[in-house]
Each structure stands twice: as structure tokens, then as C-alpha cells.
């Protein structure tokens, strides 16, 4: 179940035709974003790489992840008013002058079965599902947004994957909250290596 009613945009409302183009032009050029990276992501990814214990862990970190900007509105069941928290949370570090994802190999994803969850819900995140504009934004770089053609969306489905964001999202931030936003308490793999950059 999840606890939250996403607005879906006009543009969105009837369903769309969608299948990435493999251009992989979403995975370079991160100056104007981050991909982030949760907890089940980091599992299927250290499972793919066949990662053990903490020091392999640690080393993959090192290689692979940089500690990123996230916040979360929050507002405490009964509070009249919620705020938005702001706090790190772990994305992948770039490499090159294009800033191509580590996993990008001729253009295509290499680790395509275990690749994060943002990474296979595009183009159906939140920020996207409720506003035009950003949708907008995202069709100018993205060839499978302009030409839509492939598999069918329906508006369930969409939400779907904007709520599951959400959701994921929201543990996260629980886990912080509780932790008292201590990251290492939640990730206690990360070296002091990670901390600093
Ligand atoms: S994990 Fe794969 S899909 Fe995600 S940014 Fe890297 S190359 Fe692109
Ligand atoms: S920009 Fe669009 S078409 Fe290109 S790899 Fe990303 S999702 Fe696929």
C-alpha cells in the first residue's frame, strides 16, 4: 500500500508508448542531476559484482559511489505542518570529461539487469509524472520521449512507478530520521574516503 496520491499530468493521463532508445545519453552529462542509489539498489549491484564482506564492500564504494544532496517533505501524522529535510544519501560518481556513468560501455548499460531503480523507472519519476514542464525538459534530451513509440504505459501503471519512488524515498528518509540523519549508522561500509568528497 502506498500512502500517497500523486497528481498525474495532462500530458500523461491517457497512457503513453515508451522504450528507451539506448542512446545512453541519460547516463552522461550528470551536471544536472545525480543517480541516486537506495539500499535494494546497492544489494543487487554488489550481488552482481559478486561483492563480499565489508572490505569488498568498502573498496566497491570507493570505486563507484560518492555520497549526493537529498530531501524529503515530511509532515509527523496530526502536525499541521510538515518541512522539507534535507541530507546525503549515496549516487554514483561520474568519470570523464562527458561524465559517463562507470557502467556505460559503448553506450549501453552494462549492468542493465542490476541497474538502480531510478535508473528503470525513467521516465516515470514523480518529478515528472505531475509536471508538463519537467516532462517537457526531459523530451528535449531523451529520443525515446520524442519519438514515443514501443510499449504501452497505461496511467495506472505510471503512478505505479511514481509511487514506488516515492515509497522508496520515504524509507529511506525514516531510516535517516531515526538515525538522526547519521549516514554511517545506515551505511556502514562507507569509508572516510567517501565522507570527504
Ligand atoms: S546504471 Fe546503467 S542505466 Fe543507470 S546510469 Fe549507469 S549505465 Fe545508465
Ligand atoms: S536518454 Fe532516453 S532513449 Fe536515451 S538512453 Fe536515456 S532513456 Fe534511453
Not at 542493465?112 to 525513467?122: G, I, L, T, V, Y
Amino acid at each position: 500500500m502506498t500512502s500517497i496520491d500523486i497528481k498525474i499530468s495532462k500530458k500523461l493521463e491517457n497512457g503513453i508508448e515508451f522504450t528507451c532508445q539506448m542512446c545512453g545519453k541519460c547516463c552522461r552529462g550528470f551536471n544536472e542531476g545525480e543517480v541516486y542509489l537506495y539500499k535494494d539498489d546497492i544489494l543487487r549491484l554488489t550481488k552482481f559484482f559478486r561483492i563480499k564482506g565489508k572490505k569488498g564492500l568498502s573498496d566497491f564504494a570507493d570505486k563507484y559511489f560518492k555520497l549526493v544532496d537529498d530531501s524529503f517533505f515530511w509532515k509527523e501524522p496530526g502536525a499541521q505542518r510538515g518541512k522539507t529535510y534535507h541530507y546525503k544519501t549515496i549516487g554514483y560518481k561520474f568519470t570523464g570529461e562527458d561524465e559517463n556513468c562507470h557502467f556505460l560501455v559503448n553506450n549501453k548499460c552494462s549492468v542493465h539487469k542490476a541497474r538502480p531503480f531510478q535508473c528503470r523507472s525513467f521516465p516515470f519519476w514523480q518529478m515528472m509524472v505531475s509536471s508538463r514542464k519537467n516532462f517537457e525538459d526531459y523530451t528535449r534530451k531523451c529520443k525515446g520521449l520524442q519519438t514515443l513509440k514501443g510499449k504501452f504505459y497505461t496511467k495506472e501503471e505510471i503512478l505505479d512507478w511514481a509511487k514506488k519512488e516515492y515509497e522508496i524515498e520515504k524509507k529511506y528518509f525514516l531510516e535517516m530520521k531515526k538515525n538522526k540523519f547519521n549516514i554511517l549508522k545506515i551505511y556502514p561500509f562507507l569509508s572516510k574516503k567517501n565522507l570527504q568528497e
